[in-house]
């Protein structure tokens, strides 16, 4: 079974610039996940879909931070403008059906750094 | 917002020692689960602990879950070098809307 997939691996812009990062799930995951990792701290919730649909947005910096999941299966997460606090690495995970008690399939993340 | 917070942030240890790390979380859960992080990689699931369980094992793991003290724990036996990464817990509420804490560095010396 495929992983989830990320890509770029590694992103370097200056501030004020964009970035869009791009995740395809394990194939047939209705649930797809965008967290942030800031170095040495625990990954950050930054949106939750489930199929083409947001659950959880609450997290995510609306004025700078937007993500789509058209049809449902790969997503992109765009940063416009970035910031210099917006170094981390953006994590993407899927899950299954995004019930209570699945687990999360993690990409190996996207590294971006902002000058 | 965190949910889980790791304790301690850092553990070292020898090869062939056992590592607990703990977890505490400030909510009613569903579920807890551990992950682990190697250097520069994503996350991989280990074990899930449901709110009604109070010990889980898997191979060297060992998860238990006290809700009354909103705390877990997860032992690492007869460690390895390769089991060198950082550990974190996180809790599910609604929706599946997993929150991470901050992890604890385990470094294991061979």
């Known amino acids: 079974e495929a992983g989830v997939a990320q890509s770029p691996r590694y992103k370097i812009i200056e501030k004020r610039q964009s970035v869009a990062f791009w995740c395809n799930p394990i194939?047939?995951?209705?649930?797809l996940y965008w967290y942030q990792q800031i170095l040495g701290q625990g990954p950050k919730l930054l949106i939750q879909?489930?199929?083409?649909?947001?659950?959880?947005d609450s997290q995510l910096p609306k004025d700078r931070f937007s993500a789509e999941r058209l049809k449902g299966v790969d997503s992109t997460l765009k940063i416009q403008p970035a910031k210099l606090e917006d170094s981390a690495v953006y994590l993407c995970?899927?899950?299954?059906?995004?019930?209570?008690?699945?687990?999360?399939?993690f990409g190996s993340g996207t590294q971006l750094s902002v000058l | 917002s965190q949910q889980g917070e790791e304790d301690p942030q850092a553990l070292s240890i020898q090869e062939g020692e056992n590592a607990t790390m703990n977890c505490s979380y400030k909510?009613?859960?569903?579920?807890l689960q551990w992950y682990r992080q190697n250097s520069g990689r994503g996350l991989v699931h280990l074990i899930l602990i449901r709110s009604n369980e109070r010990e889980k094992h898997s191979g060297r793991l060992r998860v238990t879950l006290d809700t009354s003290k909103k705390s877990s724990s997860l032992l690492i036996t007869a460690s390895r070098a390769a089991d060198t990464a950082s550990y974190f817990c996180?809790?599910?509420?609604?929706?599946?809307?997993?929150?991470f804490g901050a992890g604890t560095r385990l470094t294991v010396k061979p």
């Open positions: 909510t009613s859960i569903n579920n």
């Open positions: 879909f489930q199929n083409n649909g947001v659950v959880d």
């Open positions: 194939s047939g995951h209705a649930t």
């Open positions: 995970a899927s899950s299954s059906r995004g019930l209570i008690n699945e687990k999360l399939f």
């Open positions: 996180a809790t599910a509420h609604n929706n599946n809307d997993m929150r």
